[in-house]
């Protein structure tokens, strides 16, 4: 951490520090904390809007969650294999995004299956109807590429099911980790196979090995 006070546009690990940012709105009011609905179509909004922000130590090391009124909208590993949204109107509030970061740090410490927050992810309605099949995989259970393309009734879709799951902006949350290959090996995760492999041990999924098939 670079020493910025909450409410003060600075740059979180990997961000360049921003001028003129903009005050998000509800004025300082903590983000809910309570369990979210189904998704929602959000489309994303050009220029990226003002976000609060904060980042935080885990296992996997530094994590940068972001959201507004509507709730959590980003949750970002050290390294993205996408390229990150906008962050140039992310101010640095950690008291609006202290459910999401007391809830991320519960789930790391063994005592949290749920997540009870509310969601915002922008996305397509196809991608919306993966992400939303994401959150229903169990805590400690893994489903196949085509398992969640069968689920969401597009079963010939699994290749634009995989690419909807790469793009899921709020990983762990909705749990694109217990995604695996048809024959159980860890394969396509933004945050690296190592984080996978290490939130899927955390739950007690026992992967088999690294690579395969990711659409078998």
């Not at 995604?179 to 007690?204: N, S, T, Y």
Request: glycine share 14%.
């Amino acid at each position: 951490w670079n020493g910025g006070k909450p409410g003060q546009s600075i740059a979180a690990p990997g961000m360049h520090p921003t001028r003129g940012g903009t005050r998000p709105r509800g004025g300082g009011r903590p983000l809910p904390g309570r369990r979210a609905a189904a998704l929602a179509y959000t489309a994303p909004m050009t220029p990226a809007p003002p976000l609060d922000c904060d980042w935080f130590d885990t296992p996997l090391g530094m994590l940068t969650i972001a959201g507004d009124d509507a709730g959590l909208r980003h949750v970002l590993f050290p390294e993205n294999r996408h390229r990150g949204p906008d962050r140039t109107r992310w101010r640095r509030a950690p008291d609006r995004l202290a459910a999401a970061r007391r809830q991320l740090l519960e789930y790391f410490d063994g005592r949290r299956r749920h997540f009870e927050l509310d969601l915002a992810p922008a996305g397509t309605p196809f991608q919306l109807a993966t992400w939303e099949a994401l959150r229903r995989i169990p805590y400690g259970q893994t489903c196949s590429y085509a398992e969640l393309a069968r689920r969401i009734g597009r079963p010939d879709a699994v290749r634009a099911v995989g690419a909807a799951n790469g793009r899921n902006p709020l990983p762990i949350v909705v749990p694109c980790h217990r995604v695996i290959g048809a024959d159980g090996r860890l394969v396509g995760f933004g945050g690296g196979l190592p984080a996978k492999r290490l939130l899927l041990q955390r739950e007690g999924v026992m992967p088999a090995r690294d690579g395969g098939d990711l659409f078998a």
